[in-house]
């Protein structure tokens, strides 16, 4: 399975995932769900397309109709207060990137990711939704992420094995120079692991964040242990890697 980085929830430019042709879930069944922007690749026990298409319906509408009251929601670059109004996945959103000290759409592929996942397990025993990069994942074996870091020599290179015990999972990743998400940083990848997909976004946009030169790579792990709920991750800049939590690394 590829990681590669989440796009904007209202980007209007669209990029071709060819990573996908490299993803392999051995015994589900794969199929891809597009509504506007929101771009899913799905693996399940069986074909779930409708199923999926309605979450992928439902999830947006909740956040565009917020937007549309809420305008500021679309824009903040910090955390917002949380709002005991808003829809269920706003609240997720809101929730997580307040943790992780970033604006809400930060969390935006995550949350529809883990939105449609865990409405997937009503139908299936095994899910795996990737969103641009952003994973949520729940099955009853080993699964295996590469990390794609653009072109950095270690990318596709490194891969996080995720046992079943760590699921469900969310496994997202952030960059500041690759892909159409905005990013303070200049790290080639920072891929997050966390219960929660939305907060696994979140933290790993705050984390890239924090990155503009090698020696920022050491103090990352110190950053990500004040988000409470993280479980480990992978940064990247360049020929230089560093990694904490609870993370088991393999070579590709």
Known sequence: ????????????????????????????????????????????????????????????????????????????????????????????????????????????AGAIAEYVGTGLMEYSTQVVVENGGDIYMQADRPLTVSIFAGDSPLSERIGLKISEKQMPLGVCTSSGRIGHSLSLGISHAVTILAGSAALADSAATALANTIQEKKDLEATAAVARNIVGTVGGVAILGDTMASWGNVALVSL
């Open 1 to 108: 399975m590829g990681v590669t980085l989440s796009g904007n929830f209202m980007e209007s430019a669209y990029e071709k995932r060819t990573y996908r042709s490299r993803i392999h879930t051995r015994g589900l069944h794969s199929f891809c769900v597009c509504v506007k922007e929101t771009d899913l690749w799905i693996s399940a026990d069986r074909n779930l397309e409708r199923q999926a298409r309605d979450l992928v319906l439902q999830c947006r509408y909740e956040i565009e109709s917020y937007i549309q009251t809420h305008p500021l929601f679309k824009t903040a670059l910090q955390p917002l207060a949380p709002d005991p109004y808003a829809p269920p996945v706003v609240k997720e959103m809101l929730e997580k990137t307040g943790r992780a000290g970033v604006g809400p759409m930060a969390a935006v």
